[in-house]
């Protein structure tokens, strides 16, 4: 008999396993940062494992969020971050941060500043 018609629950992996155990990223990332893969990126990844592929494959050509990535994989959102964080960590992933670090408060201000503008209109 087939294993897998054997196994009621088919081909399911637990998400711990994807992690090897892991709950945290080796990095905080932003549900919003952006990540990108260039074709490159996306070639190495094929020796990293298929999830780690796949999730290259998703960037590649087009800039996607944590949270798209974690959308058109169909992984939780924590396994998402977990093995986002390694790609980056690894090259494998471009990480483009949503907000820079200097010139926030200005930013911010300037946008303070639009928003008050847009009100009064």
């Known amino acids: 008999m087939d294993q897998r018609r054997a ?5 399911l992996v637990r998400p711990y396993a994807v ?3 892991r709950t945290e990223p080796r990095q905080d990332i932003a549900l919003e940062a ?11 990844s094929r020796f990293a494992g298929h999830d780690k592929h796949r999730i290259a494959t998703v960037c590649e050509g087009r800039a996607q969020s944590l949270a798209e990535i974690a959308a058109y994989t ?3 959102l924590g396994v998402a971050r977990v093995l986002v964080a ?3 960590a690894e090259s494998l992933l471009t ?4 907000a820079p670090a200097e010139g926030f408060e200005e930013r911010m201000e ?7 503008g847009l009100r009064r209109l």
Do not use: N
């Open 7 to 11: 196994d009621p629950r088919g081909a």
């Open 95 to 98: 990480l483009h941060t949503a």
């Open 19 to 21: 992690t090897r155990g």
């Open 74 to 76: 169909r992984m939780p």
């Open 110 to 116: 300037l946008l303070g500043r639009v928003l008050s």
């Open 34 to 44: 952006v990540l990108t893969a260039s074709p490159t990126q996306v070639a190495e």
């Open 86 to 88: 390694d790609m980056v």
